[in-house]
């Protein structure tokens, strides 16, 4: 049978930085292949992807896994307690770049669906799609390989993401749902001048202080049923501008919008737009914006999928989870344009920061939680 605290080790010690595929996917395709799934790489563009099948096309029903084994990069090796791509136990934890995020989840569901299809080979079918490319710009991840699933008449039923969810104690928190993410990145160009003659410039430091006000100051929703207000956040404000008696020709600013399923990406492109139009008419500095949606914000309704998964959780842990939406993005986005999906893996506490490090009776737990999902779904 195969391991899932061994499996997670073997998983780290592949240096799949993103969007390197470091040998994770050989090895899960190896694990894979021996328990019967049919497995076939998906790659698109420099990404690595593993698409894995047990059962029939097209079976009456299929329960899918979504789950990455890209990392982020280690930062400053030197210090980390433990080498980083090590896999190393010590503690009654396991330590290395992907010891949460998400390798453990990834060898947890790959354990739980190779044990349950040999024990019980179920009527119908266990789909695991699997990426090189979550942690990266995941244009040719997890949307490649439904891009090729649907090319190929391939589906799921439900989908399982693996990221880790839980906030504090294992059990305590399934996703049924992401905000969404938008980032702008704004410019402002006015007229360089002496600071001591202020009216024969157009100094854009000040229009872009006056935009990021209003933006920042705006109350843009007060929440919804199972979301949290919409919040932005200003990251950059930069003009580069050493000189104490000029004023510069441009100054830039970012920001970045988490919001919920009041708006949408466009939405809130246009308000955006609309605040810069604004300040520049006041101004009479340009301003100019350029903004990237990362995700739209969605939310699998409270229902059989998440009850099922609670279910699970409930009867491994003794704690019931909560129906959380917060956090960052996932996967998940693209997924939910396939078929519905929730998300529960690990408690996320070291999660890309140096001496990421998981409890083993974790990763156990987890594949039992799997194991027990897969058993309820196809009961």
Same mark, same amino acid.
């Given at each position: 049978?195969?391991?899932?605290?061994?499996? !997670?080790?073997?998983? %780290?010690?592949?240096?799949?930085?993103?969007?390197?595929?470091?040998?994770?996917?050989?090895?899960?395709?190896?694990?894979?292949?021996?328990?019967?799934?049919?497995?076939?790489?998906?790659?698109?563009?420099?990404?690595?992807?593993?698409?894995? $099948?047990?059962?029939?096309?097209?079976?009456?029903?299929?329960?899918?896994?979504?789950? =990455?084994?890209?990392?982020?990069?280690?930062?400053?090796?030197?210090?980390? !307690?433990?080498?980083?791509?090590? *896999?190393?136990?010590?503690?009654?934890?396991?330590?290395? $770049?992907?010891?949460?995020?998400?390798?453990?989840?990834?060898?947890? @569901?790959?354990?739980?669906?190779?044990? @349950?299809?040999?024990?019980?080979?179920?009527?119908?079918?266990?789909?695991?799609?699997?990426?090189?490319?979550?942690? *990266?710009?995941?244009?040719?991840?997890?949307?490649?390989?439904?891009?090729?699933? #649907?090319?190929?008449?391939?589906?799921?039923?439900?989908?399982?993401?693996? &990221?880790?969810?839980?906030?504090?104690?294992?059990?305590?928190?399934?996703? %049924?749902?992401?905000?969404?993410?938008?980032?702008?990145? %704004?410019?402002?160009?006015?007229?360089?001048?002496?600071?001591?003659?202020? =009216?024969?410039?157009?100094? +854009?430091?000040?229009?872009?202080?006056?935009?990021?006000?209003?933006?920042?100051?705006? &109350?843009?929703?007060?929440?919804?049923?199972?979301?949290?207000?919409?919040?932005?956040?200003?990251?950059?404000?930069?003009?580069?501008?050493?000189?104490?008696?000029?004023?510069?020709?441009?100054?830039?600013?970012?920001?970045?919008?988490?919001?919920?399923?009041?708006?949408?990406? /466009?939405?809130?492109? &246009?308000?955006?737009?609309? #605040?810069?139009?604004?300040? /520049?008419?006041?101004?009479?500095?340009?301003?100019?914006?350029?903004?990237?949606?990362?995700?739209?914000?969605?939310?699998? +309704?409270?229902?059989?999928?998440?009850?099922?998964?609670?279910?699970?959780?409930?009867?491994?842990?003794?704690?019931? +989870?909560?129906?959380?939406?917060?956090?960052?993005?996932?996967? /998940?986005?693209?997924?939910?344009?396939?078929?519905?999906?929730?998300?529960?893996?690990?408690? *996320?506490?070291?999660?890309?920061?140096?001496?990421?490090?998981? &409890?083993?009776?974790?990763? $156990?737990?987890?594949?039992?939680?799997?194991?027990?999902?897969?058993?309820?779904?196809? /009961?």
């Amino acid at each position: 049978m195969t391991d899932p605290v061994r499996l !997670t080790a073997e998983l %780290i010690r592949c240096p799949s930085v993103t969007p390197s595929e470091g040998g994770a996917l050989h090895l899960l395709e190896g694990v894979l292949s021996d328990a019967g799934f049919s497995c076939t790489r998906v790659d698109r563009g420099h990404v690595c992807n593993l698409f894995a $099948r047990w059962g029939e096309r097209g079976a009456a029903r299929t329960f899918g896994f979504n789950g =990455h084994t890209d990392v982020v990069p280690v930062g400053d090796a030197q210090a980390w !307690t433990a080498d980083p791509f090590g *896999g190393t136990q010590k503690g009654g934890q396991l330590w290395g $770049r992907g010891a949460t995020d998400m390798k453990s989840g990834v060898a947890a @569901f790959v354990s739980a669906a190779c044990g @349950f299809v040999r024990a019980t080979p179920p009527d119908g079918a266990v789909i695991l799609a699997i990426t090189g490319d979550e942690e *990266g710009d995941a244009v040719d991840g997890t949307a490649a390989l439904l891009d090729w699933m #649907e090319h190929e008449g391939e589906r799921m039923d439900v989908c399982l993401v693996g &990221e880790p969810t839980c906030r504090d104690e294992m059990g305590d928190t399934i996703k %049924i749902g992401r905000r969404g993410s938008l980032s702008a990145w %704004i410019e402002a160009t006015g007229v360089q001048g002496h600071s001591a003659y202020p =009216h024969r410039a157009k100094n +854009p430091v000040t229009a872009i202080a006056a935009l990021c006000h209003r933006l920042a100051s705006a &109350e843009l929703d007060r929440g919804t049923e199972h979301f949290d207000p919409t919040t932005l956040a200003l990251t950059s404000i930069d003009t580069g501008n050493a000189a104490t008696n000029v004023i510069p020709a441009t100054s830039r600013a970012i920001v970045n919008v988490r919001f919920n399923d009041t708006h949408t990406g /466009a939405s809130l492109t &246009e308000w955006l737009r609309a #605040e810069a139009a604004q300040v /520049a008419a006041e101004t009479g500095v340009e301003i100019d914006m350029r903004v990237k949606v990362s995700g739209e914000a969605f939310l699998t +309704p409270p229902g059989a999928l998440s009850d099922l998964v609670a279910r699970a959780v409930e009867a491994e842990t003794g704690r019931r +989870p909560d129906l959380s939406t917060t956090g960052g993005t996932s996967d /998940a986005r693209f997924v939910k344009d396939h078929c519905p999906v929730v998300e529960f893996g690990l408690v *996320g506490r070291t999660m890309h920061q140096v001496d990421e490090r998981v &409890e083993v009776a974790q990763i $156990r737990q987890l594949e039992a939680i799997y194991r027990r999902i897969l058993a309820d779904y196809f /009961a």
